[in-house]
């Protein structure tokens, strides 16, 4: 993990394209290493590991690559409001939307897509959760411009990023894409969430990817996604949401898992966009976030005193 040197794409290159970093979770994967190194908890989006940013402040200088700040939306919870208050002063621009309580990443998604179709009802999308390692995040980033290009260009519903299995390593999402020898990027076939090692080799054989979770759609698609499978909460949100109405729905609704219950039965609408090697990895384990700091000295010499 190591710092960007920024550069930005002109806003001819970029239009109408916006990115909604995903930081509502918990963070509990690395408690025991953000409890060492700060001695409390902490979610681990909000910790810097040594390499001289938090995970979302990662997130946010690889989005300032895309887009402007002002076209960057990051979304929170008030638990957390003192840690997202801390990260988010170095980006006075960057937009914030702040749920009340985290009840997974449903509403987590449909609340900021409704404040970017407010300001933009034709607006493309990035989705990008916070807590994701890339080696080389300018090659990460020509995937995803490639992907908003390809919005404007030709029918795609949704796009969602494929990195190459590293190896047969437990703990990711798979996804399965039909073979297609004319279409540009294949469709999706199946989701595997985090199968037994003894599943991968033969999945990894059949051409599965991991599953990044970097989306990149319009935002209108994905809040119609969201309002056919469940429509619980989009009825509840409606198109432009008061803070009272967004209490009462936090406070009355269930917990809704976007990959299960919007994208799992989507797959028909969904493509694979394959993300090539950039180096990329989910923070999701002290080994992961151990490897993610090789290249940076500071860094390793924070987990070795960790």
Request: hydrophobic share 40%.
């Amino acid at each position: 993990m190591q710092r960007l040197e920024v550069v930005r794409s002109s806003p001819d290159e970029t239009g109408d394209a916006w990115v909604v970093v995903l930081a509502g979770g918990d963070g509990r994967r690395l408690e025991a290493v953000a409890r060492s190194r700060y001695g409390h908890p902490r979610p681990k989006q909000y910790c810097d590991f040594g390499c001289g940013h938090t995970l979302l402040g990662t997130t946010i200088e690889r989005a300032r690559i895309l887009v402007p700040d002002d076209r960057i939306v990051v979304v929170t919870t008030r638990t957390h409001r003192a840690f997202a208050d801390e990260c988010l002063a170095a980006y006075p621009h960057v937009r914030r939307v702040e749920q009340p309580s985290n009840l997974d990443t449903t509403p987590g998604i449909l609340l900021p897509l409704l404040h970017v179709i407010e300001r933009n009802p034709e607006a493309r999308v990035v989705l990008m959760p916070s807590d994701h390692s890339v080696e080389r995040d300018h090659e990460f980033v020509a995937v995803v411009r490639d992907a908003l290009d390809s919005l404007r260009r030709h029918w795609y519903d949704v796009l969602l990023l494929g990195a190459p299995a590293r190896d047969a390593e437990d703990g990711y999402g798979w996804i399965l894409s039909f073979e297609s020898k004319h279409e540009h990027w294949r469709r999706v076939a199946d989701f595997r969430e985090k199968p037994p090692c003894t599943d991968l080799p033969a999945l990894i054989a059949e051409g599965a990817v991991r599953n990044t979770f970097v989306i990149v759609a319009s935002a209108s698609e994905l809040v119609a996604l969201i309002a056919q499978h469940a429509p619980e909460w989009f009825d509840a949100l409606g198109a432009a949401p008061t803070p009272e109405i967004i209490e009462h729905a936090y406070a009355t609704l269930p917990r809704s898992n976007f990959s299960s219950d919007v994208l799992e039965p989507s797959r028909y609408r969904l493509r694979v966009v394959p993300l090539g090697d950039v180096g990329w990895d989910d923070i999701g384990t002290p080994e992961r976030l151990a490897r993610a700091s090789v290249s940076h000295p500071a860094a390793q010499m924070s987990m070795s005193m960790a």
